[in-house]
Every structure is written in structure tokens, then in C-alpha cells.
């Protein structure tokens, strides 16, 4: 059996989804406080995993662990509550993986481990987060590696550069549309416009897992997973205006040196040369992911 924590938010939805058409047997752990997608074919189990690890699963196999608050901005105001969310979450998700004899773990990391370091970002890069969410993802990373030395876990953290599409449950592309819906006369964007990121479309972020998963047989490892181009807040401004066939004019809240929010890594573009080097490749570019979530959002091409 697959266990996905957070399988009812935005990237566990879709491998949820993927995993059932692939026909395996898939359990989500969620406590929807976020999200409320539900596969009817999963067997869902309403739980808040920051309350302990006194779950009873059987059978455990695989376990994807998504469940966090995958908000940067926010992790920077709300701290406790992105402590519980994204640190207490998987001490308990991996306490129960101790429990159920699981033999993998593959934890949602993410690039705001690095910070703000040397572009394009290699997994050996230095840990230095800027933001609480970071700082989490960092502690996070840290708990699988030990529960796999100490465990005989199999453990891989997944470090994703901005996944976005279809569900998607923040982020840029989801903030402009949603302003632009209210008034298409301007946009207000927080930052420069020139942060520069890595974006991917939540197809191959589900690809990417779904291949480890099947690949690494090793005892622990991270892996980044991003694209091979970047583009800049302002690009993703255009492309969404034009998919919209509108021309507002910007306004910037520019009082951060150029980032959006506290905590905010300006530019990010992983080297993500270890798993393309191992067979998985990202089939969008950033521009072409931009694009196609945007139309997700818009028409629902990809709900
Ligand atoms: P999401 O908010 O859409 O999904 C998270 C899910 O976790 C939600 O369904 C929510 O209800 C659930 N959840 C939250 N707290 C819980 C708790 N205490 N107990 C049980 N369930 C709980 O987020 P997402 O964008 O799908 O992100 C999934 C994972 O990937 C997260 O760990 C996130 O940090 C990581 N990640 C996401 C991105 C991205 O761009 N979306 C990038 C890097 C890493």
C-alpha cells in the first residue's frame, strides 16, 4: 500500500490521482485544513498529524510525506503554527513510518534550503535558509536521515523548485489571476518584478516522484527537481496578461531589496543534473509551466 500525507492538498492530489490510474492501492492521511481534493478510489483517513502518531495502517510500502504549510511568507509571521505544521507533522509522520515497518519514505522538500547561494544550485550547495519555512524543511531533511540511519528507512527528501498548475494552492501564478480577476486595470506585485525563479509543471513534479520512488534503493539521499530555465516575476506577468488578452499597468511593493516577503529567495534555478543524470528530465520549461498553469486556472484544462 502508498500512503501520501497531504494527499488531498495540490501536488498530493495529482500523484494521488496518478497513482490509482496506475493502479496501485493509495491511503491519504489529511486533516483538509487546506486541502479538499479527494480521489474517490483512495481510502482517506481525516487526520490531524500534528495531534501524534497513534494511527493504525497496515502494510505500508511507500510513503509519500506532503502534509505542511507550504507557505513561505506566511512561515515568517505564523512560525508556531508552521512549526507544528512542517516539523511536529513529519516527526510523527516518520514515527509512524517507524511503527508500520514502511520501507521508504520520500519527503516534499524544497530549494528555500539553500537560500540565497551559488546559481545553478547543486544538492552539495551550503544549507543556509532565509526563511522559518526553510529552516524547516532543513529540520525536516535532517529527521529522515536519521530514522533512515537508525531505522533502515529508505529515505529520499525531494527538493522542489515552484511546482505549479492545475489545484495549485498559492503562489504567483494563482495571486496575479486572482488580482487580475478583481480589476484588470492593474496589477500590484510584490518585489522588483526581476526575482528570477525555476518553475515546473505539476505533471513532471508527479513524474519526478513517482521515478524515484521506483529508482532509489539507496539509504538516503536528497535530490533537487526543477527546471533547466528560469523567468522573472515579470515575465510570469505578461504571459498570464496575455493568456487574459489584458494590458494593466504594474505597480510594485518594492521595500524589500527587491523580494517579495520576508524570507523571500530571490533567485533560484537548481542544477538538477543527479536525477536527469539517472533518466528524469522535466518535459516544460519554466515558460511553457507559467503558460499552461495559467490556463489550468483559467479554463480548467487541468483541474
Ligand atoms: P498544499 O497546501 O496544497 O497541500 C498540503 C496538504 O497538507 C493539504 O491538503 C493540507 O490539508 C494537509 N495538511 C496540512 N497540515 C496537516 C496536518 N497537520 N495533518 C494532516 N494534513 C495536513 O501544498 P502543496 O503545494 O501541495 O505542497 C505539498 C508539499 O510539497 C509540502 O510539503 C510543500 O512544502 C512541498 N513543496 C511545495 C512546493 C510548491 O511549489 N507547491 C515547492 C516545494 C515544496
Redesign the pocket.
Known amino acids: 500500500m502508498i500512503l501520501i500525507?497531504?494527499g488531498?492538498?495540490?501536488?498530493?492530489s495529482h500523484l494521488t490521482d496518478a497513482l490509482i490510474e496506475d493502479g496501485y492501492d493509495v491511503t491519504v492521511?489529511?486533516?483538509?485544513?487546506?486541502?479538499n481534493y479527494i480521489n474517490e478510489k483512495a481510502k482517506l483517513i481525516k487526520?490531524?498529524?500534528?495531534d501524534g502518531s497513534q494511527l493504525k495502517v497496515d502494510d505500508v510500502d511507500v510513503i509519500f510525506h506532503?502534509?505542511?504549510?507550504?507557505d513561505v511568507r506566511t512561515s515568517m509571521i505564523d512560525s508556531i503554527d508552521h512549526f507544528e505544521?512542517?516539523v511536529k507533522?513529519t516527526f510523527n509522520l516518520l514515527e509512524i513510518a517507524r511503527k508500520t515497518d514502511a520501507k521508504k519514505v520520500i519527503f516534499?522538500?524544497?530549494?528555500t534550503v539553500y537560500g540565497e547561494g551559488r546559481i545553478p544550485t547543486p544538492e552539495w550547495s551550503e544549507i543556509k535558509p532565509i526563511s522559518n519555512y526553510g529552516l524547516f524543511?532543513v529540520l525536516g531533511e535532517d529527521m529522515l536521515k536519521y530514522y533512515s540511519r537508525n531505522y533502515s528507512i529508505k529515505g529520499i527528501s525531494v527538493r522542489?523548485?515552484?511546482?505549479?498548475g492545475g489545484r495549485?494552492?498559492?503562489?504567483v501564478v494563482k495571486d496575479f489571476i486572482e488580482k487580475l480577476k478583481r480589476d484588470s486595470s492593474k496589477l500590484e506585485i510584490l518585489g522588483n518584478g526581476r526575482q528570477r525563479k525555476s518553475y515546473i509543471y505539476i505533471e513532471d513534479a508527479v513524474k519526478s516522484l513517482t521515478f524515484l520512488a521506483d529508482y532509489y534503493n539507496g539509504n538516503y539521499e536528497e535530490f533537487n527537481v526543477g527546471n533547466e530555465d528560469w523567468i522573472t516575476v515579470n515575465e510570469i506577468a505578461e504571459i498570464i496578461e496575455k493568456e487574459m488578452g489584458i494590458k494593466p499597468i504594474h505597480v510594485y511593493k518594492d521595500e524589500l531589496e527587491g523580494r517579495g516577503w520576508m524570507g523571500d529567495v530571490r533567485f533560484m534555478l537548481l542544477d538538477c543534473m543527479k536525477i536527469i543524470s539517472l533518466g528524469w528530465r522535466p518535459k516544460f520549461t519554466s515558460k511553457e509551466t507559467v503558460r499552461l498553469a495559467a490556463r489550468d486556472l483559467l479554463y480548467g484544462y487541468r483541474k
Request: aromatic share 8%; net charge negative; charged share 20%.
Open positions: 500525507t497531504g488531498a492538498g495540490y501536488i498530493g492521511i489529511d486533516d483538509l485544513s487546506s486541502g487526520f490531524d498529524l500534528r506532503l502534509a505542511a504549510n507550504p505544521r512542517d507533522v516534499a522538500s524544497s530549494s524543511k522542489f523548485a515552484n511546482v505549479t495549485v494552492s498559492h503562489g
